[in-house]
Every structure is written in structure tokens, then in C-alpha cells.
């Protein structure tokens, strides 16, 4: 569901592993071709290996620059069941914010973008959002955070 051309919230998805969350965001980014789809996934498994992208209990933060992104997006993907090892060290995904920018983006995006990074330090935020158990719990979150 598209909050607005920046924000896409799916809700209750049935991932049960990184690959999988990873396929299911190169899904999104580039639906008609499959080597654009090898590339982002590609991209994120190598943001993987630079460092961790826990932000939270519970919750990880994807992203990527790539000229494969056509339109910038941030997806909030809710999971319907834990991820349970998303890697040898980091267990019980629930939440996935991910950040996704297309290269040379314009400024007044970026400092959306950037505005937007800066609510993820707001924990109780975050544990709302992990909290919610209905989809238009989880998108009112998202909306009074963005009013803010």
C-alpha cells in the first residue's frame, strides 16, 4: 500500500529470510527485469557485509544507492512471523525499513529522506510500530510521524 510516492507499507508479509526479503524488495525496484533484480540484490547483500543494518531490537534497516532504483522509496515491510536468523548474529526480525535511492536524486528527496532517518531514533516510534497488530494501526504510526 503507497502512503504517498515516498512511503510503501506492506503489511503482515509472509518473508522467512533475508534472500527472501531481499528478492521481495529487488521485486519491487525493478519488476520487469530480471539481471536489474540480480543487481539489487546483489547491492544489498554487499551493504549486508559492510556492517549491520540493526537499528533496533527487532528491526533492520536495508539500503541501497543504485542506478537500478528508478523512483526513490521507503518501505516499511512489517513481517506476519519473526525472521528468526537473519544472520549468525542477529535474530527475531519483525520490521524492515527500507531505504532505497535511485542515484543523483534530487535534493528536496534527500532531505526528506534524511528527515525521515532521523524519526528512527525515536525508539518508542519504533515500538509502536513493531507493536502494531492491525494494518491501519501501523499506517497511522507511520502518518503522525511524518505530521510531526
Known amino acids: 500500500m503507497e502512503i504517498n510516492s515516498l512511503y510503501q507499507v506492506y503489511f503482515n508479509c509472509e518473508l522467512k529470510t533475508k534472500d527472501e526479503v531481499f528478492s521481495f524488495i529487488s521485486e519491487i525496484v525493478c519488476q520487469d527485469s530480471p539481471s536489474q533484480k540480480e543487481e539489487v540484490i546483489n547491492q ?3 551493504r549486508e557485509k559492510v556492517g549491520s543494518t540493526l537499528i533496533a531490537e527487532h528491526v533492520m534497516l536495508p539500503h541501497i ?10 518501505l516499511f515491510i512489517h513481517l506476519a512471523n519473526p525472521i528468526e536468523s537473519w544472520d ?3 535474530k527475531d526480525i519483525c520490521l524492515l525499513i527500507v531505504l ?6 534530487s535534493v528536496p528527496i534527500k532531505k526528506a529522506i534524511s528527515l ?3 524519526a528512527l ?28
Open 88 to 90: 549468525c548474529q542477529t
Open 65 to 74: 544507492e543504485s542506478d537500478q532504483i528508478k523512483r526513490s522509496q521507503i
Open 44 to 46: 544489498l547483500t554487499e
Open 116 to 118: 525521515f532517518t532521523k
Open 100 to 105: 532505497l535511492l535511485k542515484e543523483n536524486e
Open 121 to 148: 531514533a525515536d525508539e518508542v516510534y519504533l515500538t509502536r510500530l513493531l507493536n502494531s497488530h492491525e494494518k491501519e494501526d501501523f499506517i497511522k504510526e507511520i502518518i503522525k510521524k511524518q505530521e510531526e
